[in-house]
């Protein structure tokens, strides 16, 4: 059984699906509607997802909530709509969904709560907020070139903030290797960056 923050999907992807395109993967989503396409589509964007959450709510226990929100959000929208952009269209659920959140938390105006999300910061953070969201854009697409093994073991450790036992128990990978996998994933993450998105050694 395949899960995605806490969501559960029917299929382990096999590499030739991990290939596909966004655009593959959804046409074959509505073409019979299984949701192990979206078992491959959505964990691309965990990074990216949590990058804009954090952004938004500054609480990482509020971040992680909200990407398994936006998660179930996206699910129930594409089984009604057909998404051409898809990318855009889940970075606006993200963002609606946290601004929602701040308005019930606060009790004030969803227009009143956007602006002050977007007018309180200086120039200078916005800068740095857009250059965080495109290193985590980069990640999102750098993830999913690591080799299954690395990608599993970073996925579980920086993103579901599982043990090194936690990790061993869930995938039966002893703790030198879940150790070894994070710490080449690391370094292949590193050099994709530093050299464009390409295929992990």
Known sequence: MFTSQGIKLDVLPTRDMNNSTDEELLEKFYGDHDNKWLAILLPRYTLLLLGVCMKYLQNEEDARDGVQQVFLKAI???????????????????????????????????ELKEELVQDTAPEPDL?????EEQLLEKLSACVPQLKPEQRECVQLFYLQKKSYQEITDLTGYSIAQVKSYIQNGKRNLKMMLQEGIGQAK
């Open 76 to 110: 129930g929208e594409l089984k009604k709509y057909k998404v051409q952009y898809f990318k855009s269209w889940i970075y606006m659920i993200a963002k609606n969904h946290c601004l929602m959140r701040l308005r019930d938390k606060n009790k004030q105006p969803l």
């Open 127 to 131: 800068d740095m907020l857009y250059k």
